[in-house]
């Protein structure tokens, strides 16, 4: 278990701006302060409510588009300079991943908490991270080793993979930016489609293509990375239940799976960011078939959704080792320190309505109880009054648990779930409740295609 100051003689920063909102503005607000960091918490317009709650300073830096505010680099930096801030975190989403804030940052003067931009330049293009993979000895999928510039380059790589195949955006993340498609008749829609939603989201419209494998498991390393070359793993996540490529429910260790498959998962992910020159908080995500045969397929650079889940069974506060090794401290823990105790669940809870299609429902949350008792986390920003805005994403708050092994986890996950209450806007509670109460995921036998087959069984 790490401290919770810094260490002693080590540089460390007066103040850091969040340049964030939601749950995760709060999360790292609370490592600051328990750093002894002052905080300046940027929002919009339609934010502030939830921002001047934690932040020992708050700064509007435009309206409610996200264009004219979270991601609106030129603002947030004014922001800093403003605050006296020397070093901003991004949290994830946003400005988090981009290597032309990350050196703007630099050009300021001000720290970026996060990796340096030549290296999230390369990991965020999704083909440059690959070939990285690839180099450095890890196993990828069969793909289009590029990007496809039209509909025919793409029906050339499919035949060449062999189909089914996924259309992937290069510039995309966060289950972003792609298609499955099982013949070729279907490639030039789900071409069109993906690159016009790419140019859209991520203002790149590149994209390639890659072997899908159903049924697969969604695996992932967590590692940080300081800059005076050491490298560490934190164990591994297994994140297969998800709708639509958006995470739902995420778990650590992985349930299942032998002690030597999690090792050399590990392996692979500390010798893909070694060659990479990894620095920070990162993860190396994986899929796993059945047979135990694992492929690399991207890596993010930032702190991740479910990053909880590790913390509570490794015991390491993931953003205060961010912190400081962007402050230049050394890490403060070796890989002999870092062990797996236990099992870790984490719920994503959402403004949606699974009744209709898990469309997003913003409005004013009116009631509210949230889940107590031993070894319960909820990392979250809900208030009873709290006006959930429609221009972001639906994340409302997560709900972790620990407990000694996966059945006991999965017990005290239900029992949390039940004592939540929230009344003025749908939620997914319900939802993720009947995941946990199902045969197959009792039993991990469940796959990235589980909660589809559930929504259409549902439907039929």
């Known amino acids: 278990m790490t401290t919770a100051t810094a260490p002693m003689g080590e540089r460390m920063f007066g103040t850091i701006l969040i340049a964030n909102r939601g749950e995760i503005a709060l999360r790292i607000a609370r490592t600051c302060r328990e750093l002894g960091i002052r905080t300046v918490a940027v929002h919009s317009t339609v934010d502030r409510s939830t921002a001047a709650r934690f932040a020992d300073e708050t700064i509007q830096i435009g309206p409610p588009p996200a264009r004219r505010s979270y991601l609106n680099a030129p603002a947030i930096l004014q922001a800093a300079l403003q605050a006296g801030a020397e070093a901003i975190h991004p949290g994830y989403g946003f400005l988090s991943e981009d290597p032309d804030f990350a050196e703007a940052c630099e050009d300021t003067g001000v720290t970026f908490i996060g990796p340096p931009a030549p290296v999230l330049a390369r990991l965020g293009d999704k083909t440059m991270a690959l070939r990285s993979a690839a180099d450095a000895g890890l196993p990828v999928l069969p793909w289009s080793g590029g990007t496809v510039e039209n509909a025919a380059e793409a029906g050339s790589a499919a035949a060449e993979i062999g189909f089914p195949v996924i259309v992937k955006a290069a510039a995309g993340g966060g289950g972003r930016g792609m298609a499955v498609v099982d013949t070729a008749r279907e490639l030039p829609s789900a071409f069109a489609r993906v690159s016009s939603a790419a140019a859209a ?260």
């Not at 992985?254 to 993860?283: H, K, M, S």
């Not at 047979?291 to 993010?300: D, K, R, S, T």
């Not at 090794?325 to 719920?347: H, K, N, Y």
């Open 201 to 460: 989201v991520f203002g790149d419209g590149r994209v390639y293509l890659e072997k899908y494998i159903d049924k697969a498991r969604h695996v992932e390393v967590q590692i940080l990375a300081d800059r005076h070359g050491n490298v560490v793993h934190l164990g591994a996540r297994d994140c297969s239940v998800q709708r639509r490529h958006q995470k739902l429910i995420e778990e650590s260790p992985i349930p299942g799976a032998p002690a030597d498959l999690t090792e050399r998962l590990c392996e692979a992910a500390v010798r893909g960011a070694r060659a990479v020159g990894y620095v920070g908080a990162g993860t190396f995500e994986f899929l796993l078939d059945d047979e135990g045969v694992f492929h690399f397929i991207e890596a993010n650079c930032r702190i991740q959704v479910e990053h909880p889940v590790t913390e509570m069974v490794t015991g390491v506060d993931i953003v205060r080792e961010q912190i400081l090794i962007a402050a230049g401290s050394p890490l403060s823990i070796r890989q002999d320190d870092v062990t797996v105790r236990g099992a870790a669940l984490e719920c994503r809870i959402n403004a949606e309505d699974p009744a209709r299609g898990f469309l997003p429902c913003p409005g004013r949350v009116e009631r509210l109880t949230l889940p107590g008792g031993p070894f319960v986390r909820v990392d979250g920003y809900l208030d009873q009054g709290l006006d959930v805005p429609a221009q972001y994403d639906s994340l409302l708050a997560k709900v972790v648990v620990w407990a000694p092994d996966r059945r006991q986890a999965i017990a005290r996950m239900d029992r949390a779930l039940g004592e939540c209450s929230v009344s003025g806007v749908p939620t997914t509670i319900g939802f993720l409740r009947g995941i946990l109460a199902h045969p197959r995921f009792h039993a991990a036998e469940h796959s990235t295609a589980f909660v589809e087959s559930l929504i259409g069984a549902d439907a039929s």
